[in-house]
C-alpha cells in the first residue's frame, strides 16, 4: 500500500495561504454526547491568523457554551469557507431559513438570522420535500430542481418532561420539528410565529389596527412582511417599559406621534390608543398628537369653566330656598323661574349636572323634587 506522503513546506505554505486568503466560515456544531434536547447549531466566524479547520472556537451561544460546561460533546464541520465577510454571514442566513432554525428545536439558535437589506432573499419561506424524503425551506421558485412544495403546519405541543411547575409546558413549532419528548396538542394559527416583542436587525415595528382603526397589538415581523391587518407602526409595549426605552432610539426620523381620533369626539384620553406612524401614513381617524392633547385640554378646560358654572348657578337656587321658610309658597316658585330665565343659567345648560349640583349641596329630596316639577326635569 501506498504510504500518504508528507506536504513539501512548499505545499503547505500554499495551502496555508489558500486557507487565510478564506479565513470566513460557516460550521455546524453537532452534540455527540447523548441528552435531550437541542443538539445542533450553525453559526459563522472569522478565524484568527489559522485555517478554519484549525480554529479552536466553539461558537458565542451562551446555550452551548452552557452544554459544553455541563459537559455535553459537540463535533465541529466546516460547511463553506469565504473570502468576503458579508458573503459568509448572507450563507449562514440562508441555511438558517432553510433549516428554519430559529422554530426548530433541534437547534441551539434561538432565530434565524435576516440581513438588512436583503430581507426579500432570505423570507419568507415555504417548506418543500426532496425525492428522498428531505424537508427544507426555500423562497418560493428557488427550490433545487425536483423539490415538491410541501407546506408546514403550525402547531402547539406539550412538553411531556417538562418539571418547573412556575413556567408552561406549551411548546410551538412546524408539526414534524417537535422533540420526541413533546405530544402534539392541535394546529395552530401561523401569524405570530415570525413576530418578536423587541427591535432585531432586518424587523421593522407594526401594528394591528380592528375595525375602528384603533390598536390592538404591536409586534416587530420582518421588514415588508406583516400578517394581514398589521400596518406599519410603533406603540409602548410591556417590552419597552421595562427596559426604558425610548422610540426616538430606533424610529426613522420622519415617524411622527398620532392618536386616536374618535377618543377625542368622545372624550377619552386613552394612551393605549397612542402610537407612531411614518408621517402621512397613519391610520383613518388618526391625528396629529399635538393636535389632539391640545384639543383635549381645551375639551377639559371647557369642562372645567361649565362645571364652576353651574356649581354657582345652582348656589344661586338653593340661596334662594333657603330664604324663604315654606317651599310651598308662590312666590318661591316665581323666584326660582326668574332665576332660571335669566342672563346667570350657564349657556350649556345640562338637567343632570344642576341636579346633582343640588343633591351635592345636602339639599332635601322633597326640595329638589320640587324643583324638578318646576322644569320638567
Not at 484549525?54 to 459544553?68: H, Q
Not at 421558485?141 to 406539550?158: D, V
Not at 381620533?261 to 398628537?289: C, K, M, Y
Not at 353651574?310 to 326668574?338: G, T, W
Amino acid at each position: 500500500m501506498m504510504m500518504p506522503t508528507a506536504l513539501t513546506p512548499k505545499a503547505t505554505q500554499q495551502h496555508l495561504g489558500l486557507a487565510m486568503s478564506h479565513p470566513h466560515y460557516v460550521y455546524e456544531l453537532r452534540r455527540t454526547s447523548s441528552g435531550s434536547g437541542p443538539s445542533r447549531y450553525i453559526g459563522v466566524r472569522t478565524a484568527q491568523n489559522c485555517r478554519p479547520e484549525d480554529d479552536v472556537y466553539w461558537s458565542s451561544s451562551k446555550s452551548v457554551l452552557e452544554a459544553i460546561k455541563l459537559g455535553a460533546k459537540f463535533e465541529k464541520t466546516i460547511i463553506r469557507t469565504f473570502q468576503d465577510r458579508k458573503d459568509a454571514e448572507f450563507y449562514e442566513a440562508d441555511l438558517h431559513w432553510q433549516l428554519m432554525v430559529g422554530k426548530n428545536p433541534h437547534f441551539y439558535n434561538e432565530f434565524s438570522q435576516l440581513i438588512d437589506g436583503r430581507v426579500d432573499e432570505l423570507y419568507p419561506r415555504t417548506r418543500y420535500i426532496s425525492p428522498l424524503g428531505e424537508y427544507r425551506w426555500f423562497i418560493s421558485g428557488s427550490e433545487p430542481i425536483n423539490w415538491q412544495e410541501c407546506p408546514a403546519q403550525w402547531a402547539q405541543f406539550e412538553d411531556m418532561s417538562h418539571k418547573d411547575q412556575f413556567s408552561s409546558s406549551w411548546r410551538y413549532t412546524f408539526k414534524g420539528l417537535e422533540l420526541p419528548e413533546w405530544r402534539f396538542h392541535k394546529d395552530y394559527p401561523d401569524d405570530l410565529a415570525f413576530a418578536v416583542d423587541h427591535p432585531r436587525l432586518g424587523y421593522a415595528p407594526y401594528v394591528q389596527i380592528d375595525e375602528n382603526s384603533k390598536v390592538t397589538d404591536f409586534r416587530f415581523f420582518p421588514i415588508g412582511h406583516p400578517p394581514s391587518g398589521w400596518i406599519k407602526g410603533f406603540a409602548r409595549s410591556f417590552w419597552f417599559a421595562s427596559q426604558r426605552l425610548s422610540s426616538s432610539q430606533f424610529l426613522p426620523s420622519n415617524w411622527k406621534r398620532y392618536r386616536w381620533g374618535s377618543g377625542l369626539q368622545l372624550g377619552i384620553n386613552d394612551d393605549r390608543q397612542n402610537a407612531f406612524f411614518p408621517e402621512g401614513q397613519q391610520p383613518d381617524g388618526w391625528i396629529d398628537a399635538t393636535s389632539f392633547e391640545e384639543a383635549l385640554q381645551r375639551r377639559e378646560d371647557d369642562h372645567v369653566t361649565q362645571t364652576r358654572l353651574m356649581s354657582e348657578f345652582a348656589n344661586k337656587i338653593i340661596l334662594e330656598i333657603n330664604s324663604h321658610s315654606d317651599v310651598d309658597s308662590p312666590e318661591l316658585h316665581q323666584a326660582i323661574v326668574s332665576i332660571f330665565n335669566g342672563n346667570e343659567k350657564p349657556k350649556n345648560f345640562s338637567n343632570f349636572e344642576f341636579i346633582l349640583e343640588l343633591s351635592k349641596s345636602g339639599m332635601p329630596n322633597k326640595n329638589i323634587w320640587i324643583i324638578k316639577n318646576l322644569f320638567g326635569i
